[in-house]
């Protein structure tokens, strides 16, 4: 009965810490952007930067760029007609998308948020 419990306390321990050690696990995005076309590409809960910036430049295309990286989170990038861009990064796609606009905004008229994107956990 002592080894019963024992077990018992010990799957009871896993069941309980198993859910946090997974959810600790850094989730990585990218977002990628090529202004002279206007395409772009993004990507979220990767394992780590590289891959994800690897799947946000395939699904941009030929001559983009990474233009912000964001991890646990949200990111955001936003640019102007004239060439000024900001990003932003941020818990939720609107605190990413604010700062990414007011960033771009204090600098010049006419931003928009070009590409977002949210890691699911």
């Given at each position: 009965?002592?080894?019963?419990?024992?077990?018992?306390?010990v799957?009871?321990?896993?069941t309980v810490?198993?859910?946090?050690?997974?959810?600790?696990?850094?989730?990585?995005?990218s977002?990628?952007?090529?202004?002279?076309?206007?395409?772009y590409g993004?990507?979220y809960?990767?394992?780590?930067?590289?891959?994800?910036?690897?799947?946000?430049l395939?699904?941009?295309?030929?001559?983009?760029?990474?233009?912000?990286?964001?991890?646990?989170?949200c990111?955001?990038?936003?640019?102007a007609?004239?060439?000024?861009?900001g990003?932003?990064?941020?818990?939720?796609?609107?605190?990413?998308?604010?700062?990414?606009?007011?960033?771009?905004?204090?600098?010049a008229?006419?931003?928009?948020?070009?590409?977002?994107?949210?890691?699911?956990?």
């Amino acid at each position: 009965m002592k080894i019963l419990s024992k077990s018992l306390t010990v799957l009871a321990a896993f069941t309980v810490l198993a859910p946090l050690a997974a959810a600790a696990a850094d989730r990585h995005g990218s977002l990628a952007y090529r202004a002279s076309t206007g395409a772009y590409g993004y990507s979220y809960d990767y394992n780590n930067p590289r891959d994800a910036d690897r799947r946000a430049l395939r699904e941009c295309g030929r001559g983009c760029a990474v233009v912000v990286r964001f991890k646990n989170g949200c990111g955001a990038y936003a640019s102007a007609p004239n060439g000024t861009y900001g990003w932003g990064v941020g818990p939720t796609r609107d605190a990413a998308e604010y700062t990414a606009f007011d960033e771009c905004d204090s600098r010049a008229p006419g931003c928009e948020i070009r590409v977002w994107g949210c890691n699911t956990r």
